[in-house]
């Protein structure tokens, strides 16, 4: 019964991509909230059999036009990660509750990933010991992976404290050099 609506937004979206396909920008991200933070909120057939392939459709035009498509959602959607892949997706951004190592296992070397094993709630109300072993997991992981970008799931929130944010940034950059 919500197919009428879905339809209605891929019509809409779908006139959009085919507009950037004649940009200049190489690089497209498609952000669909299309789960929650537990996963999937319909039926895993409703995202295979309605949604995801309304996502092929709609990256038609930018694979023509030699774009890149990289496909984010807040959430858990590792489920559907084959899928989005087979749909064309060049890439994923993601949050840490994507089983990180999983992800970078599965596409370390044919997608692009953003994301990593660091969460900002924990930044944002956990210990300094919980964010440096993020860290130290992202990095383990990042060997692995041909196109990773590192970024804290959720991203840096304002009410992230000085003090933490001066300590990820110092120790993250500081790994790096290594």
Same mark, same amino acid.
């Given at each position: 019964?919500?197919?009428?609506?879905?339809?209605?937004?891929?019509?809409?979206?779908?006139?959009?991509?085919?507009?950037?396909?004649?940009?200049?920008? %190489?690089?497209?991200?498609?952000?669909?909230?299309?789960?929650?933070?537990?996963?999937?909120?319909?039926?895993?057939?409703?995202?295979?059999?309605?949604?995801?392939?309304?996502?092929?459709?709609?990256?038609?035009?930018?694979?023509? $036009?030699?774009?890149?498509?990289?496909?984010?959602?807040?959430?858990?959607?590792?489920?559907?990660?084959?899928?989005?892949?087979?749909?064309?997706?060049?890439?994923?951004?993601? %949050?840490?509750?994507?089983?990180?190592?999983?992800?970078?296992?599965?596409?370390?070397?044919?997608?692009?990933?953003?994301?990593?094993?660091?969460?900002? /709630?924990?930044?944002?109300?956990?210990?300094?010991?919980?964010? /440096? /072993?993020?860290?130290?997991?992202?990095? $383990?992981?990042?060997?692995?992976?041909?196109?990773?970008?590192?970024?804290?799931?959720?991203?840096?929130?304002?009410?992230?404290?000085?003090?933490?944010?001066?300590?990820?940034?110092?120790?993250?950059?500081?790994?790096? %050099?290594?």
């Amino acid at each position: 019964r919500m197919e009428k609506v879905f339809d209605s937004f891929f019509r809409f979206t779908l006139h959009h991509m085919e507009a950037w396909s004649q940009t200049s920008a %190489e690089v497209i991200i498609q952000h669909d909230d299309f789960v929650w933070t537990s996963g999937p909120f319909m039926h895993p057939d409703v995202y295979r059999q309605v949604i995801i392939p309304r996502y092929r459709e709609l990256w038609k035009p930018l694979h023509t $036009a030699g774009k890149r498509v990289l496909f984010c959602s807040d959430g858990t959607f590792i489920e559907f990660m084959d899928d989005l892949a087979d749909a064309g997706a060049d890439g994923f951004i993601f %949050e840490p509750s994507n089983d990180f190592a999983s992800v970078v296992e599965r596409y370390g070397s044919s997608h692009v990933l953003i994301g990593s094993a660091v969460d900002c /709630r924990d930044m944002t109300f956990g210990s300094w010991e919980t964010v /440096r /072993r993020g860290i130290d997991h992202t990095l $383990a992981l990042a060997a692995k992976s041909d196109g990773l970008i590192i970024a804290v799931g959720n991203h840096i929130p304002a009410n992230v404290r000085d003090d933490m944010l001066e300590k990820y940034l110092t120790y993250l950059v500081s790994r790096l %050099e290594r």
